[in-house]
């Protein structure tokens, strides 16, 4: 036996432990706050990737509030939300901003994206509805919505808004987005299912990875 192998295993356990306490310490901060302040909008965001799900929302959107809840409750990324917006003209820019400040939050969470999983994929079913969400954390924002809507609102909020916020979500966070409700009638189980599956997406692409803890995702070196 080669006399240096305990010192070799000393120092293979070593530096496992010192890529998982990487990890924990990189997981420990990740946390991302934004301010969001124009003529339309007072938005306040803040976001723990590595939270329980808990929430605290308030947009002034019923609905919106509501898959709001659904993305924390089923990302487990904590989530508070308070957005003041000039909803006397319509929920366009309330609804836009909103999308865009989450995104930002997530964005710089992230940081520079050491040890995360980066892709994730999930489908929701909600009673007769089914949607696909796929999603790739690479830097390139772009989105695909695949998604049909009967019904001109849910609750007070514009269901031609609903696309916008994923588009402004998915831009601000720079993350490759594609949803696709499969089939579904109900028009709320089809929101909500693209929300949830938004979130059971997203809980996998921001999880890290611990074979790779201490490495970014990409051949390129950076994301």
Not at 91 to 112: K, M, R, S, Y
Not at 142 to 171: C, N, Q
Not at 205 to 223: N, Y
Request: some cysteine; overall charge negative; proline content about 3%.
């Amino acid at each position: 036996m080669d006399r240096r192998e305990p010192e070799i295993k000393t120092l293979i356990a070593a530096s496992q432990l010192a890529k998982c306490a990487s990890a924990a310490i990189s997981a420990a901060m990740r946390n991302g706050s934004i301010s969001r302040k124009t003529n339309e909008t007072s938005i306040d965001v803040e976001v723990n990737l590595d939270g329980s799900g808990v929430y605290e929302v308030s947009t002034g959107i019923g609905f919106l509030d509501h898959m709001l809840e659904q993305l924390s409750r089923h990302s487990l990324i904590d989530l508070k939300v308070k957005a003041i917006g000039d909803l006397h003209i319509d929920q366009h820019h309330t609804t836009e901003d909103t999308g865009i400040a989450i995104g930002e939050a997530v964005l710089q969470a992230l940081g520079d994206k050491r040890g995360i999983t980066r892709y994730g994929t999930a489908y929701a079913p909600m009673d007769e509805t089914l949607t696909r969400c796929a999603l790739d954390i690479s830097g390139r924002p772009y989105f695909v919505w695949k998604v049909s809507l009967g019904m001109p609102r849910l609750g007070e909020w514009d269901t031609e808004l609903i696309e916008h916020w994923f588009h402004s979500f998915a831009t601000s966070a720079g993350i490759t987005l594609h949803i696709e409700n499969l089939y579904g009638s109900n028009n709320h189980h089809i929101v909500e299912s693209c929300y949830k599956a938004l979130a059971r997406a997203l809980r996998q692409a921001v999880e890290i990875d611990p074979r790779k803890a201490d490495a970014i995702p990409s051949t390129k070196g950076t994301l």
